[in-house]
């Protein structure tokens, strides 16, 4: 793999196995992604961008063709390595923010961290309060979800997925349940993220934002329509 390529794919096919018989979801694609890029994924429902991004994050595991991220084939670790390499790898932030209710914002982002050790116990909170103010809600902190808009629970999830410092970013139509002025300033964050190194790949039907990105992918039936 190149030094510069984030992500690979090469020939991956994913099938299932459903009730109303066998269902192939992605169909040999080919995908390089460049680190340090904002990248698109784009495609009507059921086109495969879920199937892609589950591929990408190891949750899925490709039914033929490899598939690598920062080097390492993903695709050969065991469940547990898996686990392990998820955590420090990829940050994930969803469509409705999974955010735990029952927590503060600061414990939300606290808990990744907690989960793989990755910064010693006395670091942690600190580290939690800076990348709250870094996404620009370092005031909120203390709140429980309920408390907060739409938007700064956006904010909220997108501090949690940095929140082991990992070189991969992914978002599941994070700007979904938007409005077009919020959705604009957390587009403008995955912006700053790329800006300082991160890869970010975004799934995403906001047209409005097609020019932001430096690498689109376009999915139809499971097949690349268009990489650009």
């Known amino acids: 793999m190149q030094d510069n390529i984030a992500v690979e794919l090469v020939s991956v096919t994913k099938s299932f196995t459903l009730a109303s018989g066998p269902f192939r979801a992605l169909t040999a694609i080919t995908v390089r992604i460049p680190a340090g890029q904002l990248v698109a994924v784009t495609g009507k429902s059921g086109s495969g ?15 033929e063709g490899s598939v690598s991220v920062n080097g390492i084939r993903i695709d050969r670790l065991s469940e547990r390595a898996l686990a392990s390499w998820r955590g420090r790898t990829v940050g994930v932030v969803f469509q409705f923010f999974q ?3 029952t927590l503060t914002i ?4 606290l808990l990744p961290m907690d989960f793989c050790q990755t910064y010693p116990r006395h670091e942690r909170k600190q580290r939690a309060l800076q990348l709250l103010e870094q996404v620009g809600i370092g005031d909120q902190a203390n709140k429980l979800p309920s408390a907060l808009s739409g938007g700064q629970q956006q904010r909220a999830a997108i501090a949690r997925a940095l929140a082991n ?3 991969i970013l992914v978002a599941d139509e994070p700007t979904g349940n938007l409005d077009s002025q919020t959705a604009t300033a957390i587009f403008q964050l995955f912006q700053a993220l790329a800006l300082a190194g991160k890869t970010v790949i975004v799934v995403t039907h906001e047209k409005e934002f097609a020019t932001w990105f430096e690498h689109t992918i376009a999915l139809t039936d499971g097949a690349i329509m268009g990489d650009q």
């Open 99 to 101: 955010l735990l209710p």
């Open 165 to 167: 410092d990992p070189p």
């Open 49 to 63: 961008k879920s199937t892609l991004l589950n591929l990408i994050t190891g949750i899925d595991k490709p039914s």
């Open 106 to 109: 600061l414990e939300n982002v």
